[in-house]
């Protein structure tokens, strides 16, 4: 037993492919194909110094010193049995090789091995493969991949989720040059690239739903999923989804659409999904079709039927300008584009339906059990529910209060609709309300009151939420009552628990809770609820930064959104709270377009309000700031005014020092120095006069900048921002520290100190990331790259601008794109790579026109010493020729040329 592997040993898996099959279909040979199998394996282990100590079936277990051992081991078998002449079908066997800690134990059985994780990863590595396929786990791959192998290769072939394995695995096959190399995707449960949700139960019947829906999906862009609520038309979405993962390099990713109430979220949610963030003076719709263009992927757009003609623009958009895009749709009605086909979710067929009531009431009590005395009722149940999915499963879910026989006998007082007339689609969505209505009467008192209030919610709930907005007695048994029931569904969302309606339960609930005359009061203690979320206070500005609040808020955006929309209509007062409790996450996240169509809503509303001037003239000082950081300089000028008007009527100093030094900001973007000058003089003397520390930084930060623009007075500037800087940290102005820094590291820049430009610039990076906002991140590495560049470094910069290259593409700021291949390029012409330097520039010039995006000032300025000098350079012949080879490229294209280091 000495001489066996143990402490770090290699592990070889193998069995053959479809082996029960080829027993059938040979049932005189198979022996003596398994016999010559286990021959040739056997040899090949024990060649290698491996030992076999378990063999099931068809399957060996073999363990090695080494990896390079068992490589070899899997190499000479997979040969021999290429080569052997099966007498009448071939032994294709798959192989599995994976490296870890495992101790060598004798049992009952002989020698065997214990080390479970080790183990368990091998066979589930091993049975992700094919016929003829050699596996390797990341583990080995390292141990092999600096090994010299003579024509061996290993292919990654990506991060997988494997059965029973908590983390995903980078699986990598070995190639040999002697050896079939071409196999189908891996078998394995999921890979890195979707964000379908797992389900929690199983998915029932469906096969030839399945089936034909991913026929009619391979032929067709747009493939749309209809019928009433409730058929199950999201779940089938899901599982079509699930088997195209593997089909579609850049994943498959899931959109729902139930909670968004208002057409101009539908981008915003597709655009969150890929956390693609706003991007100043570019549609949100641009970006995400920049990002989605040169990918192949599968989009699913799930119930879209309330948001049909906004959703139809949107896909057929998206369709139009990314070819390698197909989306599935789920709706109760198509979106009627060009390109689409259309199928038809029926309702379960009578087996599938007696399957799926049996699971569920199973899973409801862990006792019932499908009788020759319960068979014919469950039937009934079935029929008279039509099959449909979630009918079937409220009335599941009762066989803890009633038998098969009593559910029944209800149904048919019940469902008097059922007994005439056809089987339209209405007539199914009846049966459903009146399914729910019959739930619905089932509950208690608690819980019915816990299920009308509950519906005010878009998008889920935690628990606490629910105690604040329905009560502490239908919060606690209510709304256990309601999950108990499967009428309310449980979900962990990132170690946390939260709780969601089926739309069409919610649907139904809001109702209910119209009828009752409770909805004006609910929908109050909702708007209440989400005011204490965004922590609103009057004297913070732009409301509180900390990461964890703003995941909170992130989580419950959907909820702000119905909030505000409630809010405005009917308290606008509050309107002008929330929104302001909101901004901290709006601008910290990059919700800026959407923010600003809040506060021109709310302003409108409450312009006839009086008595609210302070809240009105705060919200335009937000409204202000959201303007120049879109690019919209006039109208933020435009609200600066009238947020010193408004702060001035209601001795609001503070609001009045910030709206100063923004209208300082938006008229030097504008060129009116004269203006901007006494506007930021201004705000810091009211900061001053009334100890405002945080609007005193903001002051000082936009001092800082005009003298630095407008005068080039650099000690002054610099004294400024850092004054700005001290007083931001001290009074925790963390977000607005992150633009200070990058000002500072400016200023440092400009007189030689690149030490201090640099931590400043990581500083800012920093702050971004913590925050959740990779757009600052990736600016301020940028601008640290640019000053590095314009001292005199070559390597660090040329190395910050690729890294960065490919996430700017992912955010799909093609901009960004073309001022990094440019930087790229002057780099090159130093680096003595002229052709290649005019290759990116011609490629920038062309994504920039494509895009229509000008260069700044100081970009253009040294675009125009560089551009003429290389001309000069390479000779007017050999430069044009260089730059529509550039011109000709894509932007893919130009990106991998630019990360090329050879």
């Known amino acids: 037993m000495s001489n066996h592997p143990s402490g770090t040993v290699t592990f070889l898996f193998t069995d053959i492919e479809g082996s029960t099959k080829l027993a059938r279909e040979h049932p005189e040979q198979h022996e003596a194909l398994f016999a010559r199998h286990d021959s040739i394996l056997q040899a090949a282990i024990e060649s290698h110094d491996g030992f076999v100590f378990r063999i099931v079936g068809d399957s060996f277990s073999a363990a090695f010193h080494t990896a390079d051992e068992a490589l070899n081991a899997a190499l000479q078998a997979q040969r021999e049995l290429q080569k052997e002449p099966w007498p009448s079908a071939p032994v294709k066997v798959r192989m599995g090789i994976n490296t870890g800690s495992a101790q060598v134990k004798q049992d009952t059985s002989g020698t065997n091995y214990e080390g479970y994780a080790t183990l368990a990863l091998t066979q589930r590595v091993m049975s992700a493969g094919h016929g003829g396929q050699i596996l390797l786990s990341q583990t080995t791959y390292d141990l092999l991949k600096s090994q010299n192998f003579d024509g061996i290769g290993f292919l990654d072939l990506g991060e997988h989720k494997l059965k029973d394995i908590i983390d995903l695995e980078r699986i990598y096959q070995v190639n040999a040059p002697d050896l079939p190399s071409e196999f189908p995707p891996l078998k394995s449960l999921e890979t890195v690239k979707h964000n379908i949700p797992e389900q929690l139960t199983s998915f029932i019947g469906r096969e030839r739903e399945l089936k034909e829906s991913s026929e009619k999906l391979a032929s067709a862009r747009l493939l749309t999923l209809i019928g009433p609520g409730g058929t199950g038309k999201t779940r089938l979405s899901l599982q079509i989804a699930t088997s195209q993962i593997s089909k579609f390099k850049d994943g498959v990713w899931f959109v729902e659409l139930a909670p968004i109430s208002d057409l101009a979220f539908i981008v915003p949610a597709i655009a969150s999904v890929f956390e693609i963030r706003e991007v100043q003076n570019i549609p949100l719709i641009q970006l995400v079709v920049d990002y989605l263009r040169a990918k192949e992927l599968l989009l699913v757009l799930d119930n879209c039927e309330h948001l049909v003609e906004s959703s139809a623009q949107v896909a057929d958009q998206l369709l139009h300008e990314c070819p390698h895009l197909k989306i599935i749709v789920s709706s109760r009605e198509a979106l009627g584009i060009d390109g689409e086909t259309v199928y038809r979710v029926p309702s379960l067929k009578d087996d599938?339906?007696?399957?799926?009531?049996?699971?569920?009431?199973?899973?409801?009590?862990?006792?019932?059990?499908?009788?020759?005395?319960?068979?014919?009722?469950?039937?009934?149940?079935?029929?008279?529910?039509?099959?449909?999915?979630?009918?079937?499963?409220?009335?599941?879910?009762?066989?803890?209060?009633?038998?098969?026989?009593?559910?029944?006998?209800?149904?048919?007082?019940?469902?008097?609709?059922?007994?005439?007339?056809?089987?339209?689609?209405?007539?199914?969505?009846?049966?459903?309300?009146?399914?729910?209505?019959?739930?619905?009467?089932?509950?208690?008192?608690?819980?019915?009151?816990?299920?009308?209030?509950?519906?005010?919610?878009?998008?889920?709930?935690?628990?606490?939420?629910?105690?604040?907005?329905?009560?502490?007695?239908?919060?606690?048994?209510?709304?256990?009552?309601?999950?108990?029931?499967?009428?309310?569904?449980?979900?962990?969302q990132e170690g946390k628990s939260r709780y969601r309606f089926l739309e069409t339960i919610r649907q139904y609930a809001m109702e209910k809770l119209v009828e009752s005359g409770e909805a004006v009061a609910t929908r109050d203690r909702h708007l209440d609820f989400m005011l204490a979320v965004t922590e609103y206070s009057p004297t913070r500005m732009f409301g509180t930064e900390a990461s964890e609040l703003l995941d909170r808020i992130e989580s419950e955006h959907d909820n702000l959104r119905a909030a505000l929309e409630w809010a405005t209509s009917n308290h606008p007062e509050k309107a002008l709270m929330l929104a302001y409790g909101a901004a901290g996450f709006w601008v910290v996240r990059d919700y800026n377009n959407e923010a600003r169509t809040w506060c021109n809503a709310i302003l409108e509303r409450t312009e006839t309000l009086s008595g609210f001037d302070a809240e009105r003239g705060r919200l335009y000082s937000l409204l202000e700031w959201l303007c120049v950081t879109l690019g919209d300089h006039k109208m933020g000028r435009a609200a600066s005014e009238q947020a010193i008007a408004l702060a001035t009527k209601s001795n609001d100093f503070a609001t009045m020092s910030r709206a100063y030094g923004t209208l300082a900001l938006t008229s030097s973007f504008l060129g009116d120095f004269a203006s901007a000058f006494p506007a930021a003089e201004k705000a810091e003397s009211v900061a001053r006069d009334h100890n405002l520390i945080p609007e005193l930084s903001f002051a000082l930060s936009a001092r800082a900048q005009l003298e630095f623009i407008g005068r080039r007075d650099l000690p002054l500037a610099k004294a400024l921002i850092y004054e700005a800087v001290e007083l931001a940290h001290k009074a925790g102005f963390i977000w607005a520290s992150s633009f200070m820094d990058i000002g500072m590291a400016y200023i440092a820049a400009v007189v030689g100190d690149i030490d201090t430009a640099r931590a400043a610039f990581g500083r800012s990076a920093e702050t971004a990331k913590l925050l959740g906002n990779k757009r600052i991140a990736y600016s301020s590495q940028s601008e640290l790259a640019h000053v590095l560049r314009q001292h005199g470094e070559l390597d660090e910069p040329l190395a910050m601008y690729r890294d960065l290259l490919p996430k700017w593409k992912d955010l799909g700021h093609r901009a960004a794109v073309a001022h990094e291949l440019e930087c790229i390029a002057y780099i090159l012409v130093r680096k003595e790579e002229p052709e290649r330097a005019v290759n990116l520039l011609g490629a920038a010039d062309s994504l920039r026109e494509v895009i229509d995006s000008v260069m700044t000032k100081m970009e253009k300025e040294e675009y125009e010493q560089e551009v003429p000098a290389l001309r000069e350079l390479l000779g007017e012949v050999e430069f044009k020729k260089q730059w529509e080879l550039g011109r000709g490229m894509s932007m893919d294209e130009a990106i991998e040329l630019a990360l090329d280091l050879t």
């Open 352 to 492: 599938e339906a007696t399957r799926l009531f049996v699971e569920r009431a199973t899973k409801a009590d862990s006792r019932f059990k499908l009788t020759e005395s319960n068979a014919s009722f469950i039937a009934q149940i079935c029929s008279r529910l039509d099959g449909i999915p979630l009918a079937l499963e409220l009335a599941a879910a009762r066989v803890k209060m009633f038998t098969p026989e009593q559910i029944a006998a209800r149904l048919d007082d019940r469902f008097k609709l059922l007994t005439g007339g056809s089987r339209t689609a209405l007539a199914r969505q009846q049966t459903l309300r009146a399914l729910i209505d019959w739930s619905y009467q089932l509950l208690n008192e608690i819980e019915q009151r816990a299920l009308r209030g509950l519906s005010v919610f878009s998008g889920g709930w935690t628990f606490e939420a629910a105690e604040s907005v329905v009560g502490a007695d239908e919060a606690l048994d209510g709304l256990s009552g309601l999950v108990n029931k499967s009428l309310v569904i449980f979900e962990e």
